[in-house]
């Protein structure tokens, strides 16, 4: 069983910086794909990004040079580092936790982020 949970989320202004993060415990496999996604009201979730375990990444296009994800595999924590935010990056940020070959996912219960612009 993993549990995930999410800290960090919270009020910044636009253009501000904000830090996301998702710890995970529990009965880790090493091999494993941890990420980001976020849903605003009224949309569907969507892909915001994921790192491998072996450090291989993945942005969405809306958010390539702005925010960037990190991991410590040695915490089994995933970070999501959000820079030069923007109105539109306003929604509820989801971690997950995935082993494609075993078809598992988590999710973490959200953390709401909110920018003013």
């Known amino acids: 069983q993993v549990q995930l949970v999410e800290s960090g989320g919270g009020l910044v202004q636009a253009g501000g910086s904000l830090r996301l993060s998702c710890a995970a415990s529990?009965?880790?496999?090493?091999?494993?794909?941890m990420g980001w996604y976020r849903q605003a009201p009224g949309k569907q979730r969507e892909l915001v990004a994921t790192?491998?375990?072996?450090?291989?990444?993945n942005y969405a296009d809306s958010v390539k040079g702005r925010f960037t994800i990190s991991r410590d595999n040695a915490k089994n924590t995933v970070y999501l580092q959000m820079s030069s935010a923007k109105f539109e990056d306003t929604a509820v940020y989801y971690c997950?936790?995935?082993?494609?070959?075993?078809?598992?996912?988590?999710w973490g219960q959200g953390t709401l982020v909110t920018v003013s612009s």
């Open positions: 997950r936790y995935s082993i494609s070959a075993r078809y598992l996912e988590v």
């Open positions: 529990g009965s880790i496999f090493s091999i494993n794909v």
């Open positions: 790192m491998t375990s072996g450090g291989l990444a």
